[in-house]
């Protein structure tokens, strides 16, 4: 079992190889044209956005694999787990990235078509939830946490893990595609993904470490310190954006390692703001549809309604900021009770 001295490194290194790479990717990214092309539907005071280097997710990611796998090794706790964690994020980044790819340098402002990004999607949650089906919830020492089974979800406040077997497959598969997709409508303003990303994460590590769980804390401690060092140059205005490479990383890699602790219901708590932003895009397209052109909200994802509304974009991110403080609160307390 690593000390908190373990997470405090890991966190200081996703920090320090993070400011190191993505000062390196700006330049980069500037002269091979890797910029940003704001969509004219969206809202018209981030057209001004439109040239900034964008594919930041690269040095997210880089950052959160490498502090993870290295002090992982330097404290003992290195596992074959926490390595299909770290390929799952890059898996997941990679969608990303060739979503970023065609918008940047193919001029197609669409990216991949939805077709094609749920289809990797869905291949990669199905290897992954293969191997969560005969791993998850496994401790270091080679035992299971609590009374769990690989095939079961842990319940909060109940405090039981229901077995739900084979159908374990498709639970994993939805929680990985709702978290990846979720993530990346959350990342629409100067620094709020990595914001609430960084308090989401932090949870998580605490979790993870009081539940006697080695590895998977680490992780989302390298995450921790790669969204901070990653905020240095992302808060507003920005000076890069993340890029669907950095939030669909993000999404996959925080519900890859959540599933794996048996923790995807206290993720799901924890990063309430990930829901609502999906729930907002969803309510408002079908009550679009079914009502033949009427709007909910002013504009989804939900900040864009926010900001529609008159509330400057920083205010915005502090907002959601604060609600995701509270209810990172409120899934620690439901994790002891």
């Not at 708590?269 to 079914?290: D, R, W």
Request: proline share 3%; aromatic share 12%; charged share 10%.
């Amino acid at each position: 079992m690593p000390t908190y001295l373990a997470v405090i490194c890991a966190v200081i290194a996703g920090f320090v190889i993070s400011v190191a790479a993505t000062g390196r990717l700006i330049p980069f990214l500037q002269k091979h044209q890797f910029k940003q092309f704001v969509r004219e539907e969206g809202p018209q005071a981030h057209l001004s956005k439109t040239g900034t280097p964008s594919m930041g997710g690269l040095a997210i990611t880089a950052a959160s694999v490498l502090a993870a796998l290295i002090i992982s090794a330097i404290f003992g706790v290195f596992s074959i787990r926490i390595l299909v964690v770290c390929i799952t994020m890059v898996l997941f980044g990679v969608i990303g990235f060739i979503d970023d790819y065609e918008k940047a340098i193919k001029k197609n402002n669409a990216g991949i078509s939805p077709r094609q990004k749920i289809i990797l999607q869905f291949g990669f949650s199905l290897a992954f939830a293969i191997f969560a089906y005969f791993t998850s919830g496994t401790l270091t020492d080679g035992m299971t946490a609590g009374n769990a089974v690989h095939s079961s979800v842990w319940i909060p406040i109940w405090d039981h893990y229901l077995n739900i077997g084979i159908l374990y497959i498709p639970w994993v598969m939805f929680v990985m595609i709702a978290f990846s997709n979720s993530v990346n409508l959350t990342d629409g303003l100067d620094g709020l993904a990595s914001s609430v990303t960084a308090l989401v994460t932090f949870l998580m590590a605490l979790v993870g470490y009081n539940a006697g769980f080695a590895d998977y804390p680490l992780f989302y401690a390298g995450i921790l310190g790669a969204c901070l060092g990653f905020l240095v140059y992302n808060h507003h205005p920005a000076k890069i954006f993340m890029g669907d490479t950095g939030s669909m990383a993000l999404g996959g890699g925080l519900a890859a390692a959540a599933i794996m602790m048996k923790l995807e219901i206290i993720l799901a708590i924890a990063g309430l703001i990930y829901v609502m932003e999906a729930l907002s895009v969803i309510i408002q397209v079908t009550y679009f549809k079914k009502t033949g052109g009427k709007r909910i909200f002013r504009m989804a994802p939900l900040h864009h309604h926010f900001e529609l509304g008159g509330m400057h974009e920083t205010k915005v991110v502090r907002l959601f900021a604060t609600i995701t403080l509270v209810f990172c609160i409120i899934a620690f307390l439901l994790s002891v009770i």
